[in-house]
């Protein structure tokens, strides 16, 4: 196996409008193996500003760039698919992975989340055991085997 090269936390933007879900990741991930610095929006919107440094979210060293985004679809104001379609239209925000990451199991929402640019489509597992796995597995992928691009300058 490789040698971890993590230096920092792990940075990760959930993006979800349910206080539920809300919980129930920040409990799972403090109950993986993780090194996470979990950061939380409740829709699309606000996940846009805390990427451009816009409003509460102004102060770039209290609101890190996140490393991989995690996404929910069906929220407010702004759903996931129109926030994939804005994000991925910014140059500077583009290369910001995205992981899909929702109860859905529908095809249209596969199909449409990878072809507006999601990096991937995970359903929640119901079982909580099998979301602690899933999120350490998707975090230990994300954070020590991915090389990500630098961020963009454009």
Do not use: C
Request: aromatic share 8%.
């Amino acid at each position: 196996m490789t040698e971890s090269t993590q230096t920092r936390p792990f940075t990760i933007l959930l993006v979800e409008d349910s206080p539920v879900q809300q919980a129930l990741t920040r409990r799972a991930l403090e109950d993986s193996t993780l090194d996470a610095d979990l950061r939380v929006v409740d829709d699309g919107v606000a996940a846009l500003q805390y990427l451009r440094r816009e409003g509460d979210f102004s102060d770039e060293s209290a609101n890190p760039r996140p490393d991989i985004v995690l996404l929910d679809l069906n929220m407010p104001r702004m759903n996931g698919h129109e926030f994939l379609d804005r994000l991925k239209a910014e140059p500077k925000l583009a290369q910001i992975p995205v992981t899909v990451l929702t109860t859905s199991t529908a095809d249209a929402d596969v199909t449409a989340s990878y072809a507006r640019g999601a990096n991937a489509f995970v359903t929640k597992p119901a079982e909580y055991e099998k979301f602690v796995e899933l999120l350490n597995a998707l975090g230990q992928f994300w954070a020590h085997f991915v090389k990500a691009p630098p961020p963009s300058d454009n």
